[in-house]
């Protein structure tokens, strides 16, 4: 499975943008896909995952400022984030996970860049 994320920038406090993700490869079994992010001297982190069955998890300092969608037909993810912090600053890297393997595998974009300027 390959993973291709596109959407990064450097915008303002305050600003938005929107990450997009696309799977090709043997997605067959992907039952999860989502959003981590990691910044500078910091481990990485889960922002947003979305089932096939559309349950969805956010981490809790999205505080409603992303929404993760998915549209399985294009084997994409996607994540809109308004009202963005410059503590939001960091490389999100796109994830998808086969729960059929044993055990279950999961796939990494090579990332994209947020900077998000005070």
């Known amino acids: 499975v390959q993973l291709q994320a596109s959407g990064g920038g450097s915008v303002q406090a305050g600003g938005s943008l929107s990450l997009s993700c696309v799977a090709s490869?043997?997605?067959?079994?992907?039952?999860?896909m989502g959003w981590y992010r990691q910044a500078p001297g910091r481990q990485r982190e889960l922002v947003a995952t979305?089932?096939?069955?559309?349950?969805?998890d956010y981490a809790d300092f999205v505080a409603d400022r992303m929404r993760i969608s998915r549209d399985r037909v294009a084997n994409s993810v996607y994540l809109r984030m308004d009202n963005l912090k410059p503590e939001d600053t960091a490389v999100y890297f796109c994830n998808a996970r086969n729960v059929l393997s044993a055990p279950p595998t999961d796939y990494w974009g090579s990332g994209t860049q947020v900077t998000v300027s005070s």
């Open positions: 979305t089932t096939n069955e559309g349950v969805t």
């Open positions: 490869g043997k997605t067959f079994g992907i039952n999860v």
